[in-house]
């Protein structure tokens, strides 16, 4: 009986165990699979690691290096003055940093400024003095910068590390000590559908980068290196009340907008704005949280919306007698002083506001679109890149109206279509490029010259129709400038524009693409990016534009302009348009262009820096001064000359750039401002300790490659699930047999 | 025999029952195991496709180093080398003509060296390392920037120390020497380290931590390095 009993019980006890090992397997099994479905989620055991994660998303300025050492933080205060005169601003940008650290130190800062900033003004307070930053070529720059730390003399270098990225140094930051580092810049307002607004870039959660082990490299010994990690060691641990530590922002904007202001706003920050009058006003926003772009709105009352307008200013803000000396001694037949030589003293500098003719009835002359989507499936968009494009077409194709036209093209080692002509927009058609779209793979290579062909070549010799060709995109190609050759060649009057998809496109070349086809260029980075963007991009596809715009004098000669081709124009946004006159030059402008196929011209004159549109009315912002125009004008021939750049004419556009850089007194990616303290402050044989400030740049841009593979967790979880296979296997061959003896037992 | 005969059916039943349950563990057994097994062949399919992989592009590689073309490593790629990088076996530069010996001698040992190809998307990852499309020319005056799975290639930058030295073969066979000036982690939304400054630079990318077993992780590794002569420069 005793033993029936355990017989009977005996599976039931055993399944009990090998229930708690399924139990077991299953959580495992849960556990590991949500690990690797949230995979953007660091699992990782070790705390160093989790707490980097913790610490950047708190915003702090607290980092790991490599080695896993802890760094200090470089308390940092922000101010920004900007004085708004009608259409310019000028921003004054002033970097606190505060050394509170017992070493010496010298300081990196990376911070962003508006896209078309033109950075021309560095200043270095040291106490109660201003040492004036000058414009140097940046390897001289750098060196006179070296040379100054070397010597223990405070010094600033502000150098230009992308269109809109820049940084600032300090050295030789005593003990205690607060060093003022302040920066200027001019801009245009920004101008759409009847509202100004201005944007300044905020820093967001920034990180501080010791650098000890990059210094090791340069030094004769590691014995310095060692010193400064070991200083970093000991801050580690004295540190840890400042983790939490955002840089604050202070902005200031003095509004003298030359009209009659309506309403003004701040849409992300909580401002005090004081109306002086209807024209003036005075904004502030005191230590602001960086965690978003600062952007201001206003709106004139509705009768003084702007109509078109010129501003212009005599001579240059930064007289340069010495580069001007050196550019009459340099030979003539060097092209890059060509390009700033001459009349620079005499010349007159104006801005040039370009706007369609805003008509009730405009939309009535809106021609019929064509448009062709052009989608890459190569290999090299599988994955997340292609479902963003299929997205992105669909939302293009839902914009389509009954008397549209479209076709689709898909490329990668071969171009198919979707149709032979372009087919007529109704639902049937659609509805069938939406199951084309659906179906498609990306495997094979990239022949885009062979999709540019199939899409610009198949024009229809007379249209009204506007050509619209849409063409999304990595950029994965190799022979850039042959494509951009087959832009230039095939363009004809359709428009192209470009949509980069993915997670590092090759963006230069698509902007330039766009560029050249006079269209516009959209970066969708995330799933989530692609409605806001494509709207955003069609909305304006949609609207009627002015094509084929030119500038020229009355007299038909054509004025020096930036940017070189201008852009169609679109209702409601205006373009700026830079130019520089000869003093002696014609002072009445042509702007011609084609409305809906139709040829339009407009007719402006500069008087005395005062303007007259079309209409002969006076604009209400006449009497506003203008200043800092040549700034303007030479940021955007550069602008215009960096996007020219290719591998053939590198060196010459640098040097041409270098040259205007230095003329205007306004940075570039090759030029940088340098500010220098003549005498030494750091007493020799003090060591000195060099530290990074490194916020994160601006969102939605670009992010780096994705790196790693799951492979050893997946070799690691099937493993785990092979032991505890055989583990199970085991015990339950365990029970059969024990069974089986049971059993036999029992029959006795 | 009453007795004996209830025991017997109690016997039955159990057998029954157990017959069950022992279906039930086979099958809970043997799937398991399978299920071991093909999360065993995933990862080790990525470990072996990256590893493999190589061969076919250094054959590729090789072709274009004879002929200057663009060749692709299977014919169904959708990309081609454009490098070779190979990491040396010495430790710090004293002068640039002991190093440049240091780096002759080192030739004739088996260095490891991984072959490059262009367009850092996913897919090509797999296969090995690869520049970013948006970045400058292999050994031209700007920065190169090269990514690497950790786990797979790049997993041979963890031991990447300041001084480091490589050299990056472009497609002419042309070959030049840079020494790592810094190493560094940073958040992947930190671009910077991307950015063209018109200097020759070589900047490999891989994840960060290196021993993380999950892939998807913030954080990335980020080596510089500059053409040897200009080392002193900076």
Same mark, same amino acid.
């Given at each position: 009986m005793v033993r029936q009993i355990t017989f009977a019980r005996s599976p039931m006890r055993l399944l009990l165990w090998q229930r708690a090992l399924i139990l077991v397997t299953i959580f495992y099994a849960a556990v590991i699979s949500s690990a690797m479905a949230l995979g953007s989620m660091d699992v990782e055991q070790t705390d160093g690691s989790n707490r980097v994660t913790d610490e950047i998303q708190q915003g702090s300025l607290i980092t790991f290096d490599a080695s896993g050492n802890k760094s200090v933080s470089l308390p940092m205060k922000t101010q920004v003055t900007m004085q708004v005169s009608g259409w310019t601003n000028r921003v004054s940008l002033r970097h606190e940093f505060h050394n509170d650290q017992l070493f010496w130190v010298n300081g990196e800062y990376v911070f962003p400024l508006p896209n078309e900033a033109a950075v021309d003004g560095l200043k270095m307070w040291v106490g109660d003095r201003v040492i004036e930053g000058q414009i140097k070529e940046k390897a001289k720059a750098k060196s006179l910068f070296s040379d100054a730390k070397k010597a223990g003399k405070k010094a600033s270098l502000l150098q230009q590390k992308r269109a809109n990225i820049f940084s600032a140094q300090v050295a030789n930051l005593a003990p205690g000590e607060t060093l003022i580092v302040e920066l200027s810049y001019q801009e245009v307002v920004h101008y759409d559908q009847g509202v100004f607004s201005l944007r300044f870039p905020m820093v967001v959660a920034p990180r501080y980068q010791p650098q000890g082990a990059s210094t090791a490299a340069k030094s004769p010994s590691s014995a310095y290196a060692d010193s400064a990690m070991a200083l970093w060691d000991s801050l580690r641990l004295n540190n840890k009340s400042g983790q939490n530590r955002i840089n604050s922002v202070d902005i200031e904007v003095d509004l003298n907008v030359g009209m009659a202001i309506d309403k003004i706003d701040s849409p992300y920050h909580q401002v005090e704005v004081s109306r002086k009058d209807d024209e003036q006003a005075h904004i502030r926003l005191t230590a602001a949280t960086a965690n978003s772009d600062f952007v201001l709105y206003w709106q004139p009352k509705l009768a003084n919306a702007p109509r078109a307008a010129i501003f212009s200013q005599i001579g240059k803000t930064y007289e340069n007698p010495e580069v001007s000396e050196l550019d009459k001694n340099a030979a003539t037949n060097d092209d890059a002083e060509q390009a700033i030589r001459s009349k620079a003293q005499s010349s007159e500098y104006a801005l040039l506001m370009l706007l369609p003719p805003q008509q009730e009835s405009i939309s009535e002359v809106v021609a019929p679109r064509e448009l062709i989507l052009v989608i890459d499936t190569s290999g090299s968009m599988s994955g997340e890149a292609i479902e963003q494009a299929k997205s992105a077409i669909i939302y293009a194709l839902a914009g389509l109206r009954a008397e549209d036209s479209f076709n689709i093209l898909q490329f990668n080692s071969r171009v198919y279509a979707l149709a032979e002509q372009p087919l007529k927009a109704n639902a049937k058609n659609i509805g069938i490029a939406q199951a084309y779209v659906h179906s498609l793979q990306a495997n094979g290579g990239t022949e885009m010259s062979l999709a540019l062909d199939k899409a610009l070549n198949q024009q229809p010799s007379a249209t009204h129709s506007l050509r619209q060709v849409l063409f999304i995109t990595d950029g994965a190609v190799g022979n850039e400038s042959q494509l951009f050759n087959q832009i230039r060649n095939q363009l004809q009057a359709s428009r192209l524009f470009t949509i980069g998809i993915g997670a590092a496109p090759n963006g230069h070349f698509m902007q330039r693409a766009a560029e050249l086809g006079r269209g516009t260029y959209t970066y969708i980075g995330k799933q989530s990016e692609v409605k806001s963007k494509m709207v955003a991009m069609l909305d304006k596809l949609e609207k009627p534009t002015v094509t084929d715009v030119e500038v020229r004098f009355a007299d038909g000669s054509i004025p020096d302009y930036w940017p070189a081709t201008i852009p169609d124009l679109y209702a409601h946004e205006p373009i700026m348009v830079a130019m520089k006159l000869s003093s002696f030059s014609d002072k009445e402008f042509v702007v011609s262009g084609l409305l809906a196929g139709q040829y339009w011209q407009q007719q402006l004159s500069i008087k005395n820096s005062s303007l007259i549109n079309t209409n002969g009315n006076p604009n209400a912002n006449s009497s506003t001064s203008a200043k800092g125009l040549d700034l303007i004008w030479a940021r955007k021939q550069i602008a215009a000359l960096e996007l020219s750049k290719e591998a053939a004419n590198r060196d010459r556009i640098e040097k041409q750039i270098t040259a205007i850089s230095l003329n205007y007194h306004v940075m570039s990616a090759y030029t940088s401002l340098v500010a220098i303290d003549k005498t030494p402050a750091r007493p020799d044989g003090v060591k000195l300790v060099n530290g990074q400030v490194v916020p994160h740049m601006p969102k939605g841009w670009q992010r780096l490659p994705q790196t790693a593979t799951s492979s050893y967790a997946l070799i690691i979880f099937g493993s785990m699930l092979l032991a505890l296979s055989l583990l199970y296997g085991l015990s339950f061959a365990g029970v059969s047999r024990s069974v089986g003896h049971h059993v036999i037992k029992a029959d006795e | 025999m009453n007795l004996r005969s209830v025991n017997m059916t109690d016997n039955k039943k159990g057998l029954r029952r157990n017959g069950t349950y022992r279906r039930l563990h086979i099958f809970f057994t043997s799937s398991l195991f399978i299920l071991g097994l093909t999360f065993i062949g995933q990862g080790g399919y990525m470990q072996a496709k990256a590893y493999f992989a190589q061969f076919l592009i250094q054959q590729a590689w090789q072709k274009t180093l004879d002929d200057q073309q663009q060749h692709k490593p299977w014919s169904w790629a959708d990309t081609y080398p454009v490098a070779k990088l190979e990491f040396l076996a =010495? =430790? /710090?530069? /004293?002068t640039q003509d002991q190093t440049l010996s240091q780096a002759d001698s080192a030739d004739t040992k088996k260095n490891p060296s991984l072959y490059v190809l262009s367009g850092a998307s996913g897919r090509n990852l797999a296969f090995g390392p690869a520049q970013v499309l948006s970045s400058a020319k292999i050994n031209s005056s700007g920065n190169t920037v090269i990514a690497g799975h950790r786990d797979t290639h790049f997993s041979l930058l963890s031991g990447t120390k300041v001084g480091q030295l490589m050299t990056l073969q472009d497609g002419a066979g042309a070959e030049v020497l840079y020494q790592v000036v810094e190493t560094q982690v940073v958040h992947e939304s930190d671009v910077s380290v991307m950015a063209d400054l018109g200097e020759a630079k070589l900047t490999l990318v891989t994840c960060y931590p290196f021993d993380s077993a999950v892939a998807g992780g913030p954080l990335r590794y980020v080596v510089t390095a500059v053409p040897l002569d200009k080392v002193e420069a900076i």
């Open positions: - | =010495s =430790s /710090r530069a /004293r």
